[in-house]
């Protein structure tokens, strides 16, 4: 066990042009202590002492809250939840989406992301920079794709089932940033301005009470797949 004395401690849309929703799920550090340790260690033998048992190398996305369809989550396997990744330089998230549901458009500011399909069918979209077209692909099972470091990006369940996905980020330290939530953290009037400059400043203000906290990184997808697999009986 990792030392004793170390205490371990979402429906909305915004019609802007897309259908945008809750923030990706920020991970707490569940051992800051040992992470500090590890990260001090001069040598790999000094950080095996630190994980001293073998349950200290294994980790169980099953057991974690965010694993679920109902709408979806990110588990991620990362220097905030499992320490032995310290040093490692990669994070691997197992990815749920329920029927219709997305990752909102975000990016990663310190690594790339390389997602692989291993259930149902996934649609991406991902633009790397002002000028670039923006690159679309649609996942079926054994197929990846991969969103370069800071490229702004969203993947959605188009299909009535559930899907799932494994994702390999290039640090375990990402960094996760949902593009919805933080414009809306800028000054009101700052928005506007992007937005043209309409006199829209009490509808702003709406929308940004409207986008939910941070979930468990997924939320419901496009109002046109919801009305489809209602029609055809999926709950």
């Known amino acids: 066990m990792i030392a004793a004395s ?3 401690k979402t429906v909305s849309f915004i019609n802007l042009g897309l259908l945008v ?12 202590d040992v992470v500090q340790s590890l990260k001090s260690s001069p040598t790999e033998l000094d950080k095996l002492k630190i994980l001293p048992d073998d349950k200290d190398w294994t980790f169980n996305y099953f057991s974690h809250a965010f694993h679920t369809n109902s709408p979806g989550g990110v588990v991620n396997a990362n220097a905030a939840t499992f320490p032995a990744t310290v040093g490692n330089g990669m994070t691997m998230a197992w990815i749920s989406l329920g029927p219709c549901a997305m990752l ?4 990663h500011a310190r690594a790339s992301n390389y997602v692989v399909s291993v259930e149902g069918t996934t649609e991406t979209y991902m633009t790397l920079e002002n000028g670039a077209r923006v690159v679309k692909t649609l996942l079926e099972p054994g197929m990846m794709t991969l969103f370069p470091q800071g490229s702004l990006h969203t993947m959605s369940n188009t299909g009535c089932g559930n899907t799932t996905l494994i994702s390999a980020l290039s640090s375990e330290d990402a960094g996760t940033h949902n593009v919805a939530n933080g414009l809306f953290d800028l000054p009101q009037s700052v928005v506007a301005a992007a937005f043209g400059g309409n006199p829209l400043s009490a509808k702003f203000a709406q929308l940004r009470r409207d986008i939910p906290a941070v979930g468990t990184g997924a939320s419901i997808g496009s109002a046109e797949c919801l009305k489809r697999c209602e029609a055809q009986g999926s709950k």
């Open 104 to 107: 909102p458009p975000h990016y």
């Open 21 to 32: 929703a809750s923030a990706i799920a920020t991970d707490e550090v569940l051992y800051p």
């Open 6 to 8: 170390m205490s371990p």
